[in-house]
């Protein structure tokens, strides 16, 4: 349903009803083929995804200095693709690969404690198996290596992976994502029982900052607004189902469950 409502589906729909009208001499066809051409200029020319994505990917800022000590890794999946990897027999990564790269550099950073990839079956293979792949491949000791193959969603990364883990309230763990994706991610973990979470997000699609720039730029400005709409649509959805704990989790304060930055 989620990909259903991304704008590039919105504007193939709303072009073919625009079109098939014009065709049976509806006015209110050559309307909207206007409205469409007007939207489609302004996304061209204002990176509106890009704005949409600041406010999430600036939610939990980079954790500076990094502890000492943690208990271990979590590295969510979406970063790979399964079918193309059992297609060509090694690891296929997609645009989010700096989950699993950050991943490997944080592994070796920690490199006494576990790291966990949580992410199931897509296809031919599930993302654990590309998973193991890459680490392997990277050189981590895959003994090292806790694999989560049941999730297919953020709320089945948080549930599974706790029941997989069974964290004591007192240790300390690492969740890796995509920066516009953190804010669900840790509302969702905290929601599901994660106590002591350190934020790190990676893969970022912003500056940081709310841009004037005029470009023209579609498929680019596009693809971001279809992010940010599901990004934002998800997280309602989330919020309402009781998955997550705030509409738009944030930071908590040093008193709670998580340390301000």
């Known amino acids: 349903m989620l990909d259903f409502l991304r704008p590039s589906n919105l504007f193939v729909i709303a072009l073919v009803i625009g079109v098939l009208a014009v065709l049976a001499k509806r006015r209110w066809g050559t309307i909207l083929l206007s409205v469409i051409a007007a939207a489609a200029l302004f996304?061209?020319?204002?990176?509106?995804?890009?704005?949409?994505?600041?406010?999430?990917?600036?939610?939990?800022?980079?954790?500076?200095?990094?502890p000492a000590h943690v208990d271990g890794i979590i590295v969510l999946g979406g970063a790979v693709r399964p079918f193309w990897t059992y297609r060509h027999n090694q690891p296929n990564l997609n645009e989010h690969?700096?989950?699993?790269?950050?991943?490997?550099?944080?592994?070796?950073?920690?490199?006494?404690?576990?790291?966990?990839?949580?992410?199931?079956?897509?296809?031919?293979?599930?993302?654990?198996?590309?998973?193991?792949?890459?680490?392997?491949?990277q050189g981590i000791d895959m003994s090292r290596v806790i694999l989560e193959r049941q999730s297919r969603t953020t709320y089945g990364n948080a549930i599974y992976t706790r029941a997989l883990i069974k964290p004591r309230p007192d240790q300390t763990w690492v969740l890796v994502t995509t920066a516009y994706h953190m804010p669900r991610s840790m509302g969702v973990f905290r929601k599901a029982g994660w106590t002591h979470l350190i934020p790190y997000p990676v893969d970022y699609e912003t500056p940081g900052y709310i841009s004037g720039d005029v470009s023209f730029y579609f498929g680019d400005n596009l693809k971001r607004l279809d992010d940010a709409v599901r990004a934002w649509v998800a997280l309602a959805a989330y919020y309402l189902q009781g998955r997550t704990d705030a509409l738009v989790p944030g930071p908590l304060a040093p008193a709670g469950d998580q340390s301000a930055p």
Do not use: C, H
């Open 97 to 137: 690969a700096e989950r699993m790269t950050e991943a490997v550099a944080l592994a070796r950073r920690y490199p006494r404690v576990p790291l966990v990839f949580t992410g199931g079956y897509r296809d031919k293979i599930s993302e654990s198996d590309v998973a193991r792949m890459f680490f392997r491949e």
């Open 43 to 66: 996304v061209a020319l204002f990176p509106v995804g890009e704005w949409m994505l600041v406010p999430l990917e600036t939610r939990f800022p980079q954790p500076n200095p990094m």
